[in-house]
């Protein structure tokens, strides 16, 4: 995953609100009293992310899957972040961390709940004495009503893309065949196709916060995406604030 649409990643999700992500959970840092120190961001994709967690004073550590989107991330944050190449389900630092952060549905690419417990433990591990993880997750409404068996696409100068989804609402599993068309010589108009299968799963609430506190966190708490509601039946996006 994330092999061919990384190059092109950053061009077409340009709508992304990333300020307002950031803007929300350095909200919930500063509530937490973490104001500087060492935050890791898992699944951090091109770096968008932790360049702004690295603007606010923190020391910053970027960890991804994907080498071609770390790739990106190293060309966007420089020498001011540290990236690491690592699957989250098996995560090893040098050292501790103040919180960790997970946004734009990273945590939804983990379609087993063993996975989750992984991630959560390796998580806890490595969290100061009251640390905080803080991630997102896409809700089973979001996938099934919302995004649901459609196909999107869109074209820019010098790559496009065909982004076909369907949900298997018995397994609340997410699939996306993504097919990337990117331009590599203008002079012979020659486009390189990539196709990747990407997959996400919804969880319910109760399971997501029973894997946490099975790992030992012990205040868990779950908001509507950029509110302090709790989510409903419609909620599309949901944020979970997990303390050691």
């Known amino acids: 995953m994330y092999g061919g649409f990384a190059s092109v990643y950053d061009l077409f999700m340009d709508d992304i609100p ?28 091109t770096g968008e992310m932790a360049k702004r967690l690295c603007g606010a004073g923190y020391d910053v550590i970027g960890v991804d899957l994907s080498e071609e989107m770390l790739a990106e991330a190293r060309d966007k944050c420089g020498a001011d972040v540290l990236f690491l190449h690592q699957d989250i389900r098996g995560l090893d630092l040098y050292g501790s961390a103040s919180a960790m952060v997970c946004v734009c549905d990273g945590m939804n690419y983990i379609c087993e709940e063993e996975g989750l417990r992984q991630v959560f433990g390796r998580a806890y591990t490595f969290l100061d004495e009251h640390g905080i993880l803080i991630f997102d997750m896409k809700t089973e409404y979001f996938y099934r009503e919302v995004l649901g068996d459609c196909t999107l696409a869109d074209n820019r100068e010098g790559a496009s893309y065909i982004w ?79 303390r050691k």
């Open 18 to 45: 990333y300020d307002a992500w950031f803007g929300y959970v350095k909200e919930f840092l500063h509530k937490n009293g973490i104001f500087s120190g060492v935050v890791v961001e898992l699944a951090c994709g």
């Open 164 to 242: 076909e989804n369907v949900y298997h609402k018995d397994e609340k599993l997410n699939e996306y065949l993504l097919t990337v068309y990117e331009l590599v010589d203008d002079k012979r108009d020659l486009f390189v196709r990539t196709d990747e299968i990407h997959r996400q799963k919804a969880y319910d609430v109760e399971a997501v916060c029973g894997c946490l506190k099975e790992k030992g966190f012990e205040m868990v708490e779950v908001y509507e995406a950029l509110t302090d509601k709790k989510p409903g039946p419609l909620s599309e996006r949901v944020y979970f604030i997990a």
